[in-house]
């Protein structure tokens, strides 16, 4: 499950904005597919009536054009006639009960299907009288005036007032009269019998009509094509730019609510270089004005604390400068050359340890600006400036330029004092140093650039590795100046680079030495 939902994860977009436009727009064509769905559902109803009502309008003109003909003509004008691709017309002498059906009673109070006909014997103008007698063309093999057909029922009985058979005499599949038209037609043209069958599984139709003045049935048989939900040209018009519509009201506002997330990354990134920055304005919606106000509210704080740091680091390093100048003075009136030496040497390591901590102190809110410089010429002149200081190592020192130039925007004194400060302390704990651009990576969405110096020194414990960086830390046990140092190279490094949206890291070499990784951004 867990590897599943890590796949997933994967597969999302890294950024917010992506993933919320991936998830509203998802939401948009479910949304779109829903109404598409029921759009076509109620398309295909609405074409579905409009079909059968097609084929019923056939049926009824074909019937009509044909029994105002006189019968010996109906034959040769049913092949003259524009007969649609669905349909299936002949002249028959019985009618169609391959498909379950229903007798259709004749409107308007006809009853076609009653046995007798009016008083006199004469029906209302030739309708009605009795089915033909048994033997004879349209006789009912069934009996009783109807054919046997696959349903229970049969004729409505003849004391039916409106010719519709009443609810417990309707056969099961009994349907309402399709073509209403009929009714329309003078008595005289009016078929004696209609049967209708249907077969819903196959959308098949099969019409029968008994000609008014003939034996024979006009029978028609039918498809209803299916609809097609699709047969609007305008539909998928409509649908494409209503989604396209849609779409990009979504990257709009995805883009206008997810804005402030990225002023208030680079905000925090602006910060993290210079605590200087400028505030984030103080506008927009509610929660972008309370976010911005608890922002700036924690810069002022955070300015304030390193102000505060920087003024008590330099008045304790006034106050002391006084007082060692003094002791230096006095040290002079010492008799014993051996002790004077010793006092003055302590007065000088003091005075150095002064001047580095003012140093880290300035370091954290230098004002210096930022200018793009080459930092491959950078390297180069730290490098050489590191074998002009120790002429003795001059040959351990290497530089290794990339092969075309990378320029970065820095503080071009801070980062130099950084990375002088790295070598330096290759060369004083390792003998030697190495120093190579290694390659270019994103870290983060953000272009960098990586630079490895090296030593062959011993190395460090790794638990050490990480507490190096801590002011007045040292991995000389002695307090020996020449040998060990203030302990603030190493912090005074990292907390330049970081302030410069940089960092630095100290790792053991498998080959032995010890590797400070320098990360910058470009």
């Not at 004005?289 to 680091?313: E, G, Q």
Request: hydrophobic share 40%; glycine share 8%.
């Amino acid at each position: 499950m867990s590897n599943a939902s890590d796949s997933v994860l994967r597969l999302l977009p890294r950024s917010l904005r992506a993933r919320t436009n991936l998830l509203l727009i998802s939401g948009l064509c479910v949304v779109q597919a829903a109404g598409l769905t029921i759009h076509a559902l109620d398309h295909l109803n609405i074409a579905d009536r409009a079909e059968m009502h097609e084929n019923e309008h056939h049926a009824f003109s074909i019937y009509h054009t044909l029994v105002e003909l006189p019968p010996s003509d109906r034959e040769a004008s049913l092949a003259a006639l524009e007969i649609p691709s669905n349909f299936k017309v002949n002249f028959d002498n019985k009618p169609d009960t391959h498909l379950p059906g229903a007798f259709i009673p004749i409107p308007f109070g006809i009853n076609p299907m009653m046995r007798g006909g009016p008083p006199g014997g004469q029906d209302d103008q030739g309708m009605g009288g009795p089915p033909p007698p048994g033997g004879g063309p349209g006789e009912f093999s069934g009996g009783e005036g109807r054919p046997p057909f696959p349903f229970e029922g049969g004729p409505p009985p003849s004391n039916s007032p409106d010719g519709v058979p009443p609810e417990d005499h309707r056969p099961a599949s009994f349907m309402p009269p399709p073509l209403a038209a009929i009714g329309m037609l003078p008595m005289r043209l009016r078929p004696q019998h209609v049967i209708i069958g249907h077969k819903p599984s196959t959308r098949r139709y099969a019409l029968s009509f008994q000609m008014p003045d003939d034996h024979r049935w006009l029978v028609m048989s039918y498809t209803v094509r299916p609809p097609n939900p699709f047969g609007s040209p305008t539909f998928m018009i409509s649908f494409a730019l209503m989604t396209i519509c849609g779409g990009g009201l979504i990257l709009w506002g995805s883009h206008r609510l997810i804005a402030p997330v990225a002023t208030l990354a680079n905000a925090a990134t602006a910060l993290g270089r210079n605590v200087h920055a400028q505030p984030l304005p103080e506008s927009g919606p509610t929660e972008i004005r309370k976010a911005a106000l608890a922002f700036n509210t924690m810069s002022a704080r955070i300015r304030r604390f390193v102000t505060d740091r920087t003024l008590m680091l330099t008045a304790i390093g006034h106050d002391l400068r006084t007082p060692i100048t003094r002791l230096k003075l006095r040290a002079e009136f010492i008799d014993d050359d051996e002790l004077r030496d010793k006092f003055l040497a302590d007065l000088d390591e003091m005075e150095s340890m002064v001047a580095a901590t003012l140093a880290f102190g300035r370091d954290s809110s230098t004002l210096e600006p930022m200018t793009t410089i080459d930092l491959s010429a950078l390297l180069q002149t730290v490098a050489d400036e590191a074998a002009e200081a120790r002429p003795d190592l001059a040959d351990e020192v290497s530089y290794a330029p990339p092969q075309t130039p990378i320029r970065i925007k820095a503080r071009s004194l801070a980062l130099k004092r950084a990375l002088t400060n790295l070598v330096m302390n290759a060369l004083k704990y390792g003998g030697s140093v190495s120093i190579r651009v290694i390659d270019t990576r994103t870290a983060e969405q953000e272009k960098a650039v990586c630079i490895h110096i090296d030593d062959r020194g011993p190395g460090l414990p790794p638990e050490d590795l990480e507490r190096m960086f801590e002011p007045f830390v040292r991995a000389e046990t002695s307090r020996n100046r020449e040998t060990g140092g203030t302990g603030l190279g190493l912090a005074i490094a990292r907390s330049t680079l970081r302030v410069q949206g940089g960092d630095v890291t100290l790792s053991n070499r498998p080959e032995g030495g010890l590797r400070a990784s320098v990360v910058l951004p470009i």
